[in-house]
């Protein structure tokens, strides 16, 4: 991304500007009469002229609250907005691109059947598709799905996710995935880290994986994943650790009554 080679905090520091520009859509700015409204807004704040990756962050729309991202209702359910229709939002996306305010387009948290839909009707790529994997949860029919379509796949929560899975009280349905047997096994073989080990797995599939850091060392210890490689046989280790749906951490089931949305679940 080719922009001034640093940006203003609120705290008045200086931070430099490196690597990939990702924003997304939230779910109360998800019509295609807010789409540019939320990207200039998020532009402004990025202190950015354009981002290289613009994405719509759910297949599903809360309503417009203005500035609350997430408007509940006196049941402490999340107010949905019913109308949420992909095939008008995508033109808008694509104007994004047109229009210079964003190098590529994409989706995150979409099924096959959504993305087939747009994909039917589109005169841009999907460039991107962001969407929870991990070891435990290797969605392999939407990433092939996504590879005969090139659509590159993004990884969130590549190492489990922990504190979110404590967070929303999944722990004992989706053990710690960096204490697995398997996995400190295959560490010690390497002389690895476990994060290493499970972010590997991904990028060695062809699939860009974003964990989440705010520690130096491990944002180091991340990054040191391309001078070496899985033997076949540790990867299908790793790849039969799969559980499918059941390990799904982020379903989004968190907000009250998003179940009642028609694009829901995903």
């Known amino acids: 991304m080719v922009q001034d080679s640093s940006i203003s905090l609120p705290t008045g520091q200086l931070m430099p500007i ?9 779910a109360s700015g998800n019509r295609p009469g807010d789409i540019e409204k939320w990207l200039k807004k998020s532009l402004s704040n990025l202190q950015l002229s354009y981002l290289d990756l613009y994405l719509v962050h759910t297949p599903f729309a ?96 590549p190492l489990g996710s922990r504190g ?24 010690e073989k390497y002389e690895k880290t476990s994060a290493q ?4 797995c991904i990028i060695q599939k062809g699939i860009a994986a974003i964990p989440k850091s705010i520690n130096p060392s491990r944002i180091k210890e991340n990054f040191e994943l391309f001078d070496w490689e899985l ?4 990867v299908d280790k790793l790849n039969a650790l799969d559980m499918g749906e059941s390990a799904r951490i982020c ?12 694009e829901f679940p995903f």
């Open 18 to 26: 490196l690597g990939f520009g990702t924003w997304n859509v939230p």
């Open 62 to 157: 809360f309503e417009d609250a203005g500035e609350v991202l997430h408007p509940f209702n006196e049941k402490g359910e999340i107010k949905i907005d019913p109308s949420t229709d992909h095939l008008q939002i995508w033109p808008v996306m694509e104007k994004q691109v047109l229009e210079g305010r964003t190098k590529a387009i994409g989706l995150s948290n979409f099924n096959i059947a959504q993305i087939q839909r747009i994909l039917n009707n589109a005169k841009l790529p999907i460039s991107n598709l962001q969407i929870e994997l991990h070891v435990y949860f290797q969605q392999k029919e939407l990433v092939k799905f996504c590879q005969n379509n090139d659509i590159s796949v993004t990884a969130y929560s």
């Open 164 to 187: 979110l899975v404590e967070k929303i009280g999944k722990g004992d349905a989706v053990p710690n995935l960096l204490q697995n047997v398997t996995v400190l096994e295959i560490a």
């Open 197 to 200: 080990i499970l972010l590997k």
């Open 231 to 234: 033997e076949a046989k540790d």
């Open 251 to 262: 379903d989004f089931s968190f907000f009250k009554g998003v179940s009642k949305h028609r």
